[in-house]
Nanobody, 127 residues
Framework: QVQLVESGGGLVQAGGSLRLSCAAS????????MGWFRRAPGKEREFVAH????????YYADSVKGRFTISRDNAKNTVYLQMNRLKPEDTAVYYC????????????????????WGQGTQVTVSS
């Protein structure tokens, strides 16, 4: 069982930055690949970014590529999402997710391929 707790959300102006954190419980964090998803008002939850168990492989949605960076610190059981050059359309509840092991094919954007989810943190970008 893995419990995930997100933090770092808030209100920011367009063009600004935020860093989200997701703290995981348990002693086997390094055995889990991690992802970030988001759900904007009136929309389905969508994939944002994914990082492999070791942190050596990352994937991004086209909409955030070049602006967002996912990273992890396995010693701290934490995954991060650095969000730069934020846009109003980035406004959403952001969720972190965990899945056991790295898989092939990766299918990182499919929600059903993740085993555990956090409660989410709100990010609001004003224009």
């Amino acid at each position: 069982q893995v419990q995930l707790v997100e933090s770092g959300g808030g209100l920011v102006q367009a063009g600004g930055s935020l860093r989200l954190s997701c703290a995981a419980s348990g002693r086997t964090f390094s055995s889990y690949a991690m992802g970030w998803f988001r759900r904007a008002p009136g929309k389905e939850r969508e994939f944002v970014a994914h990082i492999s168990m070791s942190g050596g492989i990352t994937y991004y949605a086209d909409s955030v590529k070049g602006r967002f960076t996912i990273s992890r610190d396995n010693a701290k059981n934490t995954v991060y999402l650095q969000m730069n050059r934020l846009k109003p359309e980035d406004t959403a509840v952001y969720y972190c997710a965990a899945r056991y092991g790295d898989r092939w094919p990766p299918r990182v954007s499919e929600r059903e391929n993740y085993d555990y989810w956090g409660q989410g943190t709100q990010v609001t970008v004003s224009s």
